[in-house]
C-alpha cells in the first residue's frame, strides 16, 4: 500500500526557482512615535572649522613645499568627525506593547515610568547639582537646555529616575504618554 503524501508536506524550494510569497515579507519594524538627534549648535562647526585652519595655515607656514597641502587635509576633517561624534546620541520613543525610550544605547519600557517633569533651563543646574542622587541615570548634554526628568517606578531596577537632554521636552513627554503643561 503506497501512499502519496505530498500535499502534504511542502516542497522545499530551489535556490533559482523559489518565488517571494506574503509570507516571505520581513515585518517592518516600528516607526519611532518621537525622534530627535542632539545636534551640537551650528556655531560650534564655524568655530571648528575655523580653529582647524587656522592651525593648518601655521603648520603649513612652518614647512612650506610640495607638501603644503597635507596640514589642510589633515586637520579640517578632525573638527567635522568631532562634532559629527558629539552628535551621535537619539532619543527615540518606539510605540508598541508596551513601548519603549530609547536615550542612545539605553533602553526603558514605557510601562515602568510611574511620572515625568520638565527641567526648564532655570533648573537645569540644581537638577544635576545638589539635588542629583547618584543612582539617577543621566544624559546631559551641555549645548541643549531643557532636559526631561522620568521617574521610574520599577522594584527590579534600583535607577530611581532618568535625566535627559531634549530640545522638545513637552513633545517627548507626550509621547511616552504623559500631559506636561506648556509655561
Not at 516607526?31 to 601655521?58: D, F, I
Not at 612650506?64 to 568627525?81: E, N, R
Not at 546631559?140 to 522620568?150: G, H
Not at 522594584?155 to 535625566?163: C, E, F, G, I
Request: aromatic fraction near 8%; hydrophobic fraction near 45%.
Amino acid at each position: 500500500m503506497d501512499r502519496d503524501y505530498s500535499g502534504c508536506v511542502p516542497a522545499k524550494p530551489q535556490p533559482g526557482n523559489h518565488r517571494p510569497t506574503s509570507d516571505d515579507a520581513p515585518v517592518p519594524a516600528a516607526a519611532p512615535s518621537y525622534s530627535e538627534r542632539l545636534w551640537v549648535p551650528l556655531w560650534w562647526w564655524a568655530a571648528g572649522l575655523v580653529v582647524a585652519g587656522l592651525l593648518a595655515a601655521e603648520v603649513n607656514m612652518g614647512a612650506p613645499g610640495l607638501i603644503a597641502w597635507l596640514p589642510y587635509v589633515l586637520l579640517l576633517p578632525l573638527p567635522a568627525w568631532g562634532l559629527v561624534w558629539l552628535s551621535r546620541m537619539r532619543v527615540e520613543v518606539v510605540p508598541g506593547a508596551p513601548g519603549e525610550l530609547r536615550v542612545g544605547r539605553a533602553h526603558l519600557p514605557v510601562d515602568v515610568i510611574s511620572r515625568v517633569a520638565v527641567v526648564p533651563p532655570s533648573a537645569k543646574s540644581a537638577a544635576l547639582g545638589r539635588q542629583l542622587d547618584p543612582a539617577a541615570f543621566v544624559q546631559n548634554r551641555t549645548w541643549i537646555k531643557p532636559m526631561l526628568l522620568i521617574v521610574l517606578d520599577d522594584p527590579d531596577d534600583p535607577t530611581p529616575y532618568w535625566l535627559v537632554s531634549t530640545r522638545r521636552p513637552h513633545d517627548l513627554a507626550a509621547a511616552l504618554g504623559w500631559n506636561t503643561t506648556r509655561s
